[in-house]
């Protein structure tokens, strides 16, 4: 036997008997009933995510097929099994034993292989009652290697006994799967996990505090095996495994820390998140693994609003920082920050400066500007195709000092929309946008719905403008967006438009006004002003007018003012200025 000094964590821990297989009591029931019973199947199927022990299982279970003590397990089923004891069992541990052959598919995908098995299957096993074939990584063999396969299992020896071990089932074909004894393997639950890492700590002498604990099988998916390798990365990195360390190591930031990012945002403290991201916790963090961080930030705190989660492990040590930011912030400001991240994600990971446009993003969102994107935002996942408005937000183009159309939407916090409509709205301005009718969408999009709803009643939609040009457009167009409506709010009967009012008071605090964000928020320099003599075209579609980039972008767009002011000449252009103010620009790229 080696030295235990020699092996390394995960080696030495391996399971080898029954009792210490970690988190699949269900599996372990089903394998030691078949011993009791004496029952078998020719081949069963391990199936289960990386490290959750199939191999291991797989190996114990072909110990205890051979073990010499069977008989004396079937007169008490409380003995130990396998024995570790026996012939049979001590070159299991050696990993020498003749009737136990464990192959890896992934290396051995070829036919030649699996004709290999079939000739050597039909030898007698010599030292126990079977010879066992662990094939690993089973989805890895070729079609052919399959074929060849299938023709032993339909007549196997009766000597002998497969394991094929996967994390792929779907890659296995259905006449193989249809011939094995499916046994499920499920992620190793948190508490028998914890559990078995504790007790491997203490007889290691592996000092690790319980929030560390927590962080590396939160880390580790319900991988055993995974976790196990990581407390051996960190075991020899201090004497003492606190949480921070185990952080610094993974190259992460603390809940708490990144709880203060966040409560930034949501306090409208801009300058406190350029503070944050440059002070040393931060600065030598990769920025990606922030901005994945954010975004799971946001989720838990979604699923908390929802209800539908209690406090994750990760979080027990500090849930009371989770609770208070949860008070503070609204679903809508939440949805915000994480689809805004979710829009900007593909742009961020083709930025080489992903520090200063996440940077900027988070200062944007703290400034309570919703940032633009110039490209088609990436489809969250909570939207399912989402164009230029990801959410029916109450987006009113506002008059700021230089008239332009480089203005900001408002933060959708502040959107009167009522969120259980938020489905159905969505899925109407998808509708919408499948009619092609980019005026019509465009009503649509800058129009909000009026509370109190209820089902039965008129469904109001507030219009963005007192307009005859947009009830014109309505009425012209009303055989396109009545019946999407209709499909979209089957339970309302009627449908009215009403006009907006202005300077109504809002019940909820206004978040700051743009002037006074734009001061606020560092903004790329804008172009000076060109004047072009060029006619443009008339109005095709939002593509070739656009919203200027509200950030510096790697796909900015070349835009150059046009003198619009022959209202006989440009209709239309006049048209669209009377209801977005703003100078129309085209683009010159
Ligand atoms: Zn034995």
Redesign the pocket.
């Known amino acids: 036997m080696q030295s235990p000094a020699e092996l390394n964590l995960a080696r030495k821990w391996r399971p080898k008997t029954f009792d210490t297989i970690v988190g699949q009591d269900i599996p372990v029931r089903m394998l030691k009933n078949g011993l009791y019973l004496q029952k078998f199947f020719p081949v069963y199927l391990f199936a289960g995510q990386r490290g959750c022990g199939k191999t291991s299982t797989a190996r114990v279970f072909a ?1 205890a097929l051979n ?3 069977t008989e004396e397990f079937r007169q008490n089923p409380r003995l130990t099994i ?5 012939e ?2 001590i070159a299991m541990l050696n990993g020498n034993h003749p009737d136990f052959i464990e192959i890896d598919a992934a290396s051995h995908t070829g036919v030649d292989n699996v004709r290999q098995i079939i000739e050597s299957s039909s030898y007698m096993p010599l030292l126990g009652a079977k010879k066992i074939y662990l094939i690993d990584e089973a989805h890895m063999l070729s079609k052919a290697a399959f074929n060849a396969f299938l023709k032993l299992l339909e007549e196997p020896p009766k000597s002998v006994l497969f394991i094929l071990a996967t994390t792929e089932t779907h890659k296995i074909p259905e006449t193989v799967l249809s011939r094995c004894f499916q046994v499920i393997f499920t992620p190793i639950a948190n508490t028998p996990l914890k559990t078995h890492l504790r007790a491997m700590c203490d007889q290691e002498s592996i000092t690790i505090d319980d929030q560390a604990l927590d962080l590396l099988i939160h880390e580790t998916d319900g991988s055993a095996r995974d976790a196990i390798n990581l407390l051996e990365r960190v075991r020899f990195s201090n004497t003492h495994i606190t949480e921070e360390t185990l952080l610094h190591i993974l190259g992460k930031i603390s809940n708490a820390d990144l709880c203060a990012l966040l409560e930034y945002i949501i306090d409208a403290q801009p300058h406190n998140i350029i503070a944050t991201l440059q002070s040393p916790s931060f600065e030598l963090i990769n920025s990606t693994i922030i901005w994945d961080m954010l975004i799971e930030l946001c989720r838990t705190l979604i699923c908390i609003k929802y209800k539908a989660t209690t406090t994750l492990p990760s979080w027990a040590q500090t849930s009371s920082i989770l609770a208070a930011l949860d008070a503070k912030c609204s679903l809508e400001k939440l949805y915000t920050i994480s689809t805004t991240l979710w829009h900007h994600e593909e742009l961020f990971h083709q930025t080489s400066k992903k520090n200063i446009f996440l940077e900027m993003l988070l200062v944007q969102l703290a400034s309570g500007i919703t940032p633009l994107t110039t490209k088609s935002p990436a489809t969250a996942p909570f939207l399912q195709k989402t164009n230029a408005a990801p959410l029916p937000q109450a987006t009113k183009i506002q008059q700021a000092q230089t008239p332009s159309i480089e203005q900001t939407s408002k933060p959708l916090a502040e959107a009167k929309q009522p969120s259980t409509l938020l489905p159905a709205w969505t899925s109407f301005l998808e509708a919408l946008n499948q009619a092609g009718d980019a005026l019509l969408e465009s009503i649509f999009k800058q129009a909000t719905l009026v509370e109190p709803f209820a089902p039965q009643t008129p469904l109001v939609i507030k219009l963005s403008a007192k307009s005859k040009f947009f009830t014109d457009k309505l009425n012209e167009c009303k055989q396109i967006w009545q019946p999407l409506i209709n499909k979209a709010f089957p339970e309302n009967q009627s449908i009215s438009f009403a006009a907006p009012t202005e300077q109504e008071p809002s019940p909820r605090p206004r978040p700051p006004q743009v002037a006074e964000s734009a001061a606020a928020a560092p903004q790329p320099p804008r172009q000076p002003p060109v004047q072009s003599q060029q006619p443009i075209k008339p109005w095709q579609g939002k593509k070739n007018y656009q919203a200027a980039p509200k950030q510096p972008s790697p796909n900015a767009l070349n835009l150059e003012n046009i003198d619009v002011q022959d209202k006989e000449k440009w209709p239309i252009a006049n048209l669209l200025i009377s209801h977005f103010p703003g100078k129309i620009k085209k683009v010159t790229q």
Do not use: Y
């Open positions: 110990a073990c010499q003590k396998p024995c570790l004891e026996c049979s069992c």
